[in-house]
């Protein structure tokens, strides 16, 4: 996490990296650092999301932290989904590491931070679980978790390997039948924006990037972001 002034060198940055749970306190915010003596000006924010390292401090559970080191990943989403009295259960460890710049505030939608003289100002990186489960990446998407149920198996648990066993371009059903949408029509999962590359086609794949469009700055600000 780092503060600079627009296109110059950092003014002050926490270094980290830290291992954060999200659901620790009921969800609360988690003060991860507090920078002095900065300058009053307009900063800009940047931060990264890095591949769990094991032994790293913070919150996050560190059997949790292990094991995402183990596999490489940087985030593991957990919970659960019931429908028409099944419960699936899913623990979803993802490769995202990326590096966030030009963030926009959130609060006012101006881009990054004012710091005034003697007074603290607020920089809260927010991640939206809700991004996970949408069917496009971009505008107009909609919940949908019929395609990650279906690659479930008969244990109930989904896993990120079993995300990628479905194709965005063929979704199906457990039954192996084509999933339909509201209309009657083939489900796609749609990428409007063109972030995904060529050999991205399956569902880890597409949760992956909606994972790294989850993280704002003060709410919904948007970051301009590079993959690590």
Known sequence: FELSEPGGAPQGDFPGPVAVDLTA???????????????????????????????????????????????????????????????????????????????????????????????????????????????????????RFDPFAAVAGADDHLTADELAMQDLNDLRDADGERLLDEGGDPLFFFDDVGNLTRDETDLRAFVAEQFRLSLHLNGLGLCTYTRL
């Open 25 to 143: 306190d009921g969800g609360a915010a988690q003060p991860l650092a507090t920078l002095s003596d900065l300058p009053a000006t307009r900063l800009d924010v940047g931060f990264e999301l890095q591949v769990a390292t094991e032994g790293v401090g913070g919150t996050a559970d560190p059997d949790d932290v292990a094991k995402m080191a183990a596999e490489g990943c940087s985030v593991l989403v957990g919970g659960q989904a019931t429908k028409d009295g099944r419960t699936i259960t899913f623990e979803l460890g993802l490769a995202t590491p990326a590096r966030y710049t030009r963030c926009t505030n959130g609060i006012d939608n101006t881009r990054g931070l004012v710091v005034e003289n003697n007074k603290t100002a607020g920089a809260q990186i927010n991640a939206h679980a809700v991004h996970l489960f949408w069917d496009r990446i971009g505008t107009d998407a909609a919940l």
